[in-house]
Nanobody, 114 residues
């Protein structure tokens, strides 16, 4: 059973930074891609950033230039560095992995106040 465990969320002020971590219970290299999603209250879950095993990276337009996804294969960990946070970034952030099916973490809350 694959497990993804997120950490690093918290309550910050606008303009601050946070780094989220997602530790997988097995090698992240075994997944086709790793991603971060977020879900704000009353809204659908949306894709924030994706990184494939081949290194291809993509971002949602709303976070381009502010967020950076990265990975450490040796630590089975994926990161999301979030800079210049704005209140609209407030959401529960979920780690996602795909290998024949989707795997999800439990989520970590990020709250940005103005």
């Amino acid at each position: 059973q694959v497990q993804l465990v997120e950490s690093g969320g918290g309550s910050v002020q606008a303009g601050d930074s946070l780094r989220l971590s997602c530790v997988a219970s097995e090698s992240i290299f075994s997944f086709n891609f790793m991603a971060w999603y977020r879900q704000a209250p009353g809204k659908q879950r949306e894709l924030v950033a994706t990184q494939t095993n081949g290194g291809r990276i993509s971002y949602a337009d709303s976070v381009k230039g502010r967020f950076t996804i990265s990975r450490d294969n040796a630590k089975n960990t994926v990161y999301l560095q979030m800079n210049s946070l704005v209140p609209e970034d407030t959401a529960v952030y979920y780690c996602n992995a795909w290998r024949a099916k989707n795997y999800w973490g439990q989520g970590t809350q990020v709250t940005v106040s103005s």
